[in-house]
């Protein structure tokens, strides 16, 4: 039965209501009571539906030959089962998503390793008050003037400052 396959892929509900932000709580809760309900139902029933007992309807209906017409109808009647079409393209699209994160986490941890050292930089260095001039410029290089290039005050272009 299709129904039994499709209620074999357990959901994890409390993954997903730890990523369910707190205005959509009460959509999360009305979705989880909808789909408890509609399990609760298809464990209810049987695996295969209960046999058709022909001979009753044989003896029960008038017509001649009607009931042997419906049994043969019957036995040849296929439903349909739906079409997985988008299972392949989610799984693809899953795929995609964890290299972009895997990347994003490979330059976090570049980022992470540069700041670290730049920390260390600030935790190591001379207190502000007992700087000079020169420690200032060797620890943040981008505060040194250029008094050759631009030989008066600021020193900088005015476009910089």
């Known amino acids: 039965m299709a129904g039994r396959r499709a209620a074999l892929k357990a959901i ?3 993954a997903f209501a730890e990523r369910v932000p707190p205005n959509q709580r009460t959509m999360f809760n009305n979705l ?3 789909s408890d309900a509609i399990s609760a139902k298809l464990t209810s029933l049987p695996e295969k539906p209960a046999a058709i007992d022909w001979s009753y309807y044989r003896s029960a209906v008038v017509k001649a030959g009607m009931v042997d017409e419906f049994e043969k109808k019957f036995s040849t009647l296929k439903v349909p089962e739906p079409v997985d ?3 392949a393209l989610i799984n693809s699209q899953e795929a995609e998503a964890s290299t972009t994160a895997a990347a994003y986490m490979e330059a976090s941890k570049a980022r992470i390793t540069q700041y670290e050292k730049e920390l260390d930089k600030f935790k190591n260095m001379i207190p502000f008050d007992q700087m000079t001039i020169e ?3 060797e620890t943040f290089p981008e505060t ?3 008094k050759v290039k631009h030989p008066y005050w600021p020193h900088k272009p005015i476009g910089e400052l």
Request: proline share 0%; no cysteine.
């Open 12 to 14: 994890d509900w409390v």
């Open 144 to 146: 040194k003037l250029d």
């Open 135 to 137: 420690d200032l410029n």
């Open 85 to 87: 079409t988008q299972t």
């Open 32 to 34: 989880k009571t909808r």
